[in-house]
């Protein structure tokens, strides 16, 4: 691919809290995309060749440097993105976990593992496999969490023995730029990490030239992503957009059910793929369970962040989210939908919307349907469990659900009837944080996982290695051909998978 940007170009960062410009970044030319990927590939093979526990050192370095900038970190984070530091620091403490638990893991995921056969033209063959890494990792991150969802996908991919260009958005670019500098302040070897900043252009160039593609980010960007992946016969893996939904049984503890309501549906501004974007609530429990979830939204504060503690809610990051927003809301409220909290975007500097509760919403609202993105929550009644469950699968997404309920079995039950991927009970997104636990979207939410031994995989190639211990001058089964032999060998079958089989003995008489 060819094109994009010239040389030179540059693109203003602003932040979404105030308006006012905080940066400048380099609209990355294809050309300049190429020779990033070419220095990543010459890299890459001593950084393949180094010892699972060396690459594990610069990991504990990175850590160390991560935890000690942290203030730094965080800061740089609210002022590109807009969100409190609260949520800054959840995206801090998760990439100094994953340095810890990748250093630990990598080690064993990427050990030979011995192949056994029963294959009577096999016998006596030693086999086994080793993984292998793909080479350069292209990891295109969202505006969303600059740090967790953009490098915290490059710090697998690295402990894989893959080097990796990361492509940030051009929303939120500033925190990759400063996980650049780490790299290099660590003495991490160089070119193993690099950043290129751009728009479109340049994530384009990065999905034509690298070996592997990781992205989050919409459905529509995600197709595009895939259709180019699969043009170059390279793999890809894609988390993609949501409308998770959260189902408060009868039996709920309604105190707990809210908690995890809002938690689950403004951390972040509800501005991240698993947030709850949509609540069905069985009927017994709906009016109880209204009238404390308003009471508690009404608590919720909003505005420019000043440190923790000043908002639980800060700004949208992406101004035409914005609009997305608004759109949703008025649609709802115009097919009959009320709203009992919020409902409009802040006067003022900035990019905000109240945090907003909806309630007599049905499936043919936009905000029941589409992901909106943003500090909304529409909740629905229910008559039982079973219409909630119809009413969850009836989404073309499937990255994430919650339940909940007090009865564990039931709860269970249902959950492994929804349609996605991940499903917690009696909580909302903490399944993030278990960098063992699979996360992966079904239907329209993506292809492929992160975290988990398969999350570690996907960055490897399987290599299968058989080898002949003990071989003769000719085996029994190879041409020229000898009936004998093919009849012992059938002799043989039979009574190693026959046994019990009516018929079978006897007929290679």
Not at 123 to 151: A, C, D, K
Not at 237 to 258: H, I, T
Not at 355 to 373: A, N, S, W
Not at 443 to 448: A, R, V, Y
Request: hydrophobic share 40%; net charge neutral.
């Amino acid at each position: 691919m060819t094109g994009g940007p010239p040389t030179g170009a540059c693109i203003a960062v602003d932040n979404p809290a105030t308006g006012a410009v905080v940066g400048e970044v380099s609209d990355t030319s294809a050309e300049e995309v190429a020779q990033a990927v070419e220095r990543a590939r010459r890299a890459q093979k001593g950084w393949a060749e180094l010892d699972t526990r060396a690459r594990a050192e610069f990991f504990a370095r990175g850590r160390r440097w991560l935890l000690a900038h942290r203030q730094e970190i965080a800061d740089l984070i609210v002022e590109e993105n807009g969100k409190a530091e609260e949520d800054a620091v959840v995206e801090i403490v998760y990439c100094a976990s994953a340095f810890a638990y990748w250093a630990r893991q990598a080690r064993g995921l990427l050990a030979s593992t011995k192949i056994r056969s029963l294959s009577p033209f096999v016998l006596g063959r030693g086999m086994y496999t080793r993984r292998v890494p793909r080479g350069v990792v292209g990891v295109i991150g969202p505006w969303n969490n600059p740090l967790l969802n953009s490098f915290g996908d490059a710090i697998p991919a690295l402990a894989a023995g893959n080097t990796v260009v990361l492509k940030p958005s051009e929303q939120t670019p500033l925190t990759a730029l400063l996980m650049e500098r780490m790299a290099r302040e660590c003495g991490w070897p160089e070119d193993v990490f690099q950043v290129v900043t751009g728009a479109g252009a340049t994530g384009s160039a990065v999905v034509d030239t690298v070996d592997f593609v990781m992205f989050t980010g919409s459905t529509r960007t995600g197709r595009l992503v895939a259709a180019r992946a699969g043009e170059r016969l390279i793999p890809c893996s894609l988390e993609l957009g949501g409308k998770d939904a959260l189902v408060v049984l009868a039996d709920a503890s309604l105190e707990r059910a809210v908690s995890v309501t809002i938690q689950g549906a403004l951390s972040n501004g509800g501005q991240m793929c698993t947030s709850v974007e949509r609540v069905y609530v069985e009927e017994p429990v709906y009016d109880a369970y209204i009238a404390l979830l308003r009471e508690r939204f009404q608590q919720v504060t909003s505005g420019r962040p000043a440190g923790l503690g000043s908002v639980d809610i800060g700004a949208v990051t992406f101004l035409p989210q914005l609009a997305v927003i608004k759109d949703h809301v008025g649609d709802a409220v115009s097919k009959g939908a009320r709203v009992l909290v919020g409902g409009q975007a802040s006067e003022g500097p900035g990019r905000f919307f109240a945090p907003t509760l909806l309630v007599d919403v049905d499936h043919g609202m936009k905000c029941m349907r589409e992901e909106t993105f943003g500090p909304t929550l529409p909740v629905m009644k229910v008559a039982d469990a079973e219409e909630a469950l119809r009413l969850v699968n009836d989404s073309k997404y499937g990255l994430q659900a919650s339940i909940i309920g007090s009865d564990l079995k039931r709860a269970r039950r249902l959950a492994e009837r929804f349609e996605a991927g991940c499903v917690t009970i009696n909580d909302a997104q903490t399944n993030y944080m278990a960098l063992g636990l699979p996360m992966g979207g079904w239907k329209e939410s993506g292809l492929g996982v992160r975290h988990g031994a398969e999350g570690f995989l996907k960055y490897t190639r399987l290599q299968a290695i058989s080898t002949n211990r003990f071989p003769m001058r000719r085996d029994m089964h190879m041409i020229p051909y000898e009936p004998s032999a093919y009849r012992f060998i059938l002799r043989l079958v039979d009574v190693m998978y026959g046994a019990g089989v009516p018929g079978l003995r006897g007929r290679a008489k």
